[in-house]
């Protein structure tokens, strides 16, 4: 319990009267940390703390990488930053040491300044000392941590563009080195690798490698390809938006989680540039800051997620998931929460993929887009979304839309949108026949289906966006699938009459008891991220449901 003489050990709070001393004491929570614990985390909400035994270090991370920026040593505060700004904790602040710490919520600060100005004006030094300077918050600003790779390799090189799309996926930051660029040789730290080892990468530390594989990628960054354990209680398929708030919820409430991600944590959400529509975001927020967040979430509460990793196969009698590379794990219970693939245009256009002909999109993609003339197939909000990030960098963005009009298949604030961008265009009544073109993309063959007529438009780069497909035939057969691969749950599952217990299947349940289906891959009308969390999340409330009925079976008498 904090005292009025503990509040008077704090340099910045000594001076007020016994009577503001007490008030603080009441509203002050006592805080214990073992070395390592965080008193709050980097984006916590405004509060003032001070320290009153043992030594605090402040600590900002980049992309996973801790830094400590600074420290604290008994009797001084922290937290003046946020709470004069009224802003979130720029960085997190930890125990270096066993500590003792005071925490004054945002509310009972401000009840005692507002009697007591001079602390106000004490805190506001403070917060504006900390700020500026080169060892300041500016510093740190003015300073970012080194990108975490270097990537040589050209723009048409399938393999150089799945590299940077998977550093891109993972939010790894990196330098792409075009080989014909003037200062190349300068970018990539030394003469470049010969030709045939392109694309090759080096990491921060140096260690370089010629045409790595994405495994070799991930390894070299230090990120998990092998799982820890050999069983777990829950193993979840897929890093996307479902996949991940199953990972939050079941790690959080004492289950062993694995997640196992064949490419990178985010999914297609990861992929969007603006999702404007999950609840807590007013102004938006982008797939890769949700599945940053997400991911660190999920890796904070203890959670292990495996990337470029994927599942070859299940046996739904022993558990078993048996991972590309020949590892077995076991699971008690499986999530499926695979989500969905984009769906393939057809017309030869794959012998151009990645040579100026890409699926979905990447952020970073949009950037080399830079002054070119580049088409959408596609009408829905991920086109649209598209459109509009392209149109910032592109010298012009053409939809090529089947039908008529774009209101059946795009929420209108993405039509207001595409209003307001000179640069955009809209063909409508339009299907693209071919793309042309020997090594890379030159130009697209589009068909109007009014009259049949063809025409030929040059085009620097082609996004597909025409829908995405369950790509589920590798699940076991006793999954119950529906005629398009999504996976049937609850009601549907039993009505495919291969449910196999008397009693009913829980809302998410497969047709095989403990294995579960949420997200963009379960038979089912909503293809959204918010609804693809709330099922994640659910996932796990009947986890623990079917493990109750394990392990009642499992009771002795
Ligand atoms: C460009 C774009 C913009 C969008 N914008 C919005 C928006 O604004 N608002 C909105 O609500 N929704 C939006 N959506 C839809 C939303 O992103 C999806 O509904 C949501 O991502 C579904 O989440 P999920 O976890 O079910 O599946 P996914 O996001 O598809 O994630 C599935 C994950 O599983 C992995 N995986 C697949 N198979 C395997 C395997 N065998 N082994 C291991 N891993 C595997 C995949 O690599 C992927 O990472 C958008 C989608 C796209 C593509």
């Not at 289906?517 to 999340?537: H, I, N, Q, T, Y």
């Amino acid at each position: 319990m904090v005292t009025a003489d503990d509040i008077a050990r704090i340099e910045v709070l000594a001076e007020l009267d016994t009577e503001l001393r007490e008030q603080l004491a009441r509203a002050a929570a006592d805080l214990t940390l073992l070395p390592g614990e965080y008193a709050v985390l980097e984006g916590g909400e405004q509060a003032l703390f001070g320290l009153l035994a043992g030594r605090i270090e402040a600590v900002k991370t980049t992309e996973g990488v801790e830094t400590v920026v600074g420290e604290r040593q008994p009797g001084a505060i922290f937290g003046e930053v946020p709470i004069t700004l009224g802003a979130v904790f720029p960085v997190g602040f930890r125990a270096a040491e066993e500590s003792r710490v005071l925490r004054i919520d945002a509310r009972s600060y401000h009840a005692v300044a507002s009697v007591h100005p001079a602390l106000v004006e004490q805190v506001g030094t403070l917060a504006a000392h900390r700020m500026s300077g080169p060892r300041g918050l500016q510093g740190i600003a003015a300073n970012p941590p080194p990108p975490r790779a270097v990537v040589v390799g050209e723009r048409f090189d399938p393999d150089c563009a799945e590299i940077r799309h998977f550093l891109d996926n993972n939010q790894i930051t990196f330098v792409w080195v075009r080989p014909d660029e003037p200062d190349a040789t300068e970018r990539w730290g030394g003469p470049l690798p010969a030709r045939a080892d392109w694309p090759a990468l080096r990491a921060v530390d140096g260690e370089a490698v010629a045409r790595p594989t994405l495994r070799g990628v991930a390894e070299l960054l230090e990120l998990a390809t092998e799982p820890q354990h050999d069983e777990y209680d829950v193993l979840i398929i897929g890093a996307g938006p479902s996949g991940l708030a199953a990972a939050v919820y079941g790690a959080s409430e004492g289950l062993s989680v694995v997640v196992v991600e064949r490419h990178a944590p985010g999914g297609q959400a990861g992929t969007s540039s603006r999702i404007e529509n999950y609840l807590g975001f007013p102004s938006g927020v982008s797939g890769d800051e949700l599945a940053r967040r997400a991911l660190e979430q999920a890796r904070r509460l203890g959670a292990e997620i495996l990337v470029t990793r994927s599942i070859d196969r299940i046996d739904p009698d022993t558990r078993e998931v048996h991972l590309d590379g020949k590892d077995v794990l076991r699971a008690r219970t499986i999530i499926v929460a695979c989500g969905v693939t984009w769906r393939r245009l057809g017309i030869k256009a794959d012998r151009l993929a990645g040579k100026g002909v890409i699926y979905g999109i990447v952020r970073s993609e949009a950037a080399t887009t830079h002054g070119l003339d580049v088409h959408i197939v596609g009408a829905g909000n991920s086109a649209g979304q598209a459109a509009m990030f392209l149109s910032s960098h592109a010298r012009s963005v053409t939809i090529i839309c089947r039908g008529e009009r774009l209101q059946k298949s795009m929420s209108q604030y993405l039509i207001d949108q595409l209003r307001t961008r000179e640069n955009i265009d809209v063909f409508f009544h339009r299907e693209i026949v071919a793309v042309l073109g020997e090594d890379s993309l030159e130009a697209i063959e589009v068909r109007d289906n009014r009259t049949d007529e063809t025409s030929t438009r040059p085009s620097d780069a082609l996004f597909i966006m025409i829908g995405a497909d369950a790509e589920t035939a590798w699940l076991p057969p006793e999954i119950a699938l529906d005629d398009h691969g999504y996976v049937r749950t609850g009601a549907d599952a039993q009505a495919s009459g291969m449910w196999p217990l008397a009693r009913d299947p829980y809302l998410l349940e497969t047709s095989v008891p403990g294995i579960f289906a949420c997200g963009d891959v379960r038979l089912g009308p909503v293809k959204r991220v918010a609804a693809a969390v709330g099922e994640g999340s659910m996932a796990i409330a009947f986890v623990h449901q079917y493990l109750r009925e394990l392990d009642a079976v499992a009771a002795p008498g």
